[in-house]
């Protein structure tokens, strides 16, 4: 199947038809009716009365799908068995697999690969566990762990429903850095459940990628992992937003022409990457931060019994502002989206300062369309991949990773990620920089070269590198 163009796209519906209460020729009006461009028939099945086909259809966006299917089903004599469009296709059975890399042939292969020759492998690791790097997968292997408890901005769907995310972002590990991955989703949401599991798993891999977790568990779960393991732990959706989110701010002020520590940034929803992002920013030097979540801005004239709200009323809004987020923006340069779909305002962003840079970054539905603010903007990004100016983690986690399990990292600290950020916002050549351009593409083939040379060096001059790569 196709896209037919901005927004276009084409979706198959299996339809079962009873010959005896309607003709397919109605069912073609009623689509053609609802808008539907119908491209292809296959007849799957014809016995009797009853005939099985599917159609595919051209339809414009995903409201356009439930116009179509809305009225397919609203006919007499027809049952929709099933609808698939091209994302459900290439979700079917799972989006990866496992290969191995040399085939067992023969006898003497399998001695080799299982027993009983594995076991002088298995006792060469025993008398030297360094030896597990070399000889095992562990080498080039993180897991990608979530609860599925802040999946996206779609919150709490749980692990079974978050694995097309897990099995996304391995799919990226690989494509982008050459790093295997396991998606992993448990069927916990205890810390101290999910602490024990992620520590008993962790031999087989060199890196651990935290996804998805809610905040505040994600930053104990975290913590104490950090402290526990002597392979790296990375909460992708703190450290890898707030990398990707630094070098597009870097950029972006390029643009406006202003300065870090002079401008005025809101950010929207406290959770696990507004206070991450909050916190690169303040090391960055931005003097004025003011973080506002669902009873508005937090500030240190309250109280809060969560303690990174804490910590994060304490450490921003040095004015002391109060109020919900429509009070809050006035005035500021910068606003950062990490909340929820449709949050922000056209008003909101007119009430902002000249030039406002506005980062709606919630996925999959940000913060406002770009449509509604682009005339009004200085500089727009989402986490999106089909708007300009994508600001999404996949820009640093394969990256940072393919560093960490070069140089064998014992951790991914501050300075690895302050230069895996500064590599990114200079793969943006300076004659090109422009406000549709301010973050490399994913697909900028210089960008995980730039972070693994930056960050492996970052990494060996704060000692946490355990050797260093040949190239
Ligand atoms: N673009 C990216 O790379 C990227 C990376 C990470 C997260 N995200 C997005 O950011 C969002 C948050 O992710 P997270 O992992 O930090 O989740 P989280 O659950 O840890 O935090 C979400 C926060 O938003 C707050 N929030 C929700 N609705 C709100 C509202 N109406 N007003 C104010 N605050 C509100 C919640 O109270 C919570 O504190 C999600 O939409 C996610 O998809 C994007
Ligand atoms: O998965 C993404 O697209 C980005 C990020 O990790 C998120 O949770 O939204
Ligand atoms: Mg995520």
Known sequence: MEHTGLGGKSIILRLEMNTKEIKFGQVASAIFEAGG???????????????????????????????????????????????????????????????????????????????????????????????????????NTVAVISDGSAVLGLGNIGPYA??????????????????????????????????????????????????DIASPRCFEIEQRLRDELDVP????DQHGTAVVLYAALINALKVVGKSIDQVKVVVCGIGAAG????????????????????????????????????????????????GPLSEVIRGADVFIGLSAGGLLQREDVLSMAEQPIVFAMANPTPEIQPEAVEDIAGVIATGRSDYPNQINNVLCFPGIFRAALDCRATVINEEMKLAAAEAIASAVPADELNASYIIPSVFNQNVVKAIRERVVKAAVVTGVARRVPRE
């Open 37 to 139: 461009d119908m491209v292809a028939i296959d007849v799957i099945q014809s016995s009797g009365d009853i005939t099985v086909r599917d159609i595919t259809i051209t339809v414009t966006d995903s409201a356009h799908i439930s116009t179509v299917t809305e009225t397919v089903q609203s006919l007499k004599g027809v049952r929709l068995v099933n609808i698939s469009d091209r994302t459900f296709l290439m979700h079917l059975g799972g989006k990866i697999e496992t290969q191995p890399k040399v085939p067992i042939q023969n006898r003497d292969d399998l001695s080799r690969v299982y027993t009983p020759d594995v076991a002088r492998v298995c006792a060469a690791i025993q008398e030297d566990p360094k030896k597990a790097y070399t000889l095992t997968i562990k080498r």
């Open 162 to 211: 978050a694995m097309p995310v897990m099995e996304g972002k391995s799919m990226l590990f690989k494509q982008l850095a050459g790093v295997d991955s396991f998606p992993i989703c448990l069927d916990t949401q205890d810390t101290e459940e999910i602490i024990a599991t992620i520590k008993a798993i962790a031999p087989a891999f060199g890196g651990i990628n935290l996804e």
């Open 233 to 236: 732990v990375f909460h992708d």
């Open 275 to 322: 206070v991450a992002c909050s916190k690169i920013l303040l090391s960055a030097g931005v003097g004025e931060i003011i973080g506002v979540d669902r009873a508005g801005a937090l500030t240190r004239d309250e109280t809060y019994e969560h303690p990174m709200w804490q910590w994060y009323a304490e450490h921003t809004n040095p004015n002391r502002v109060q």
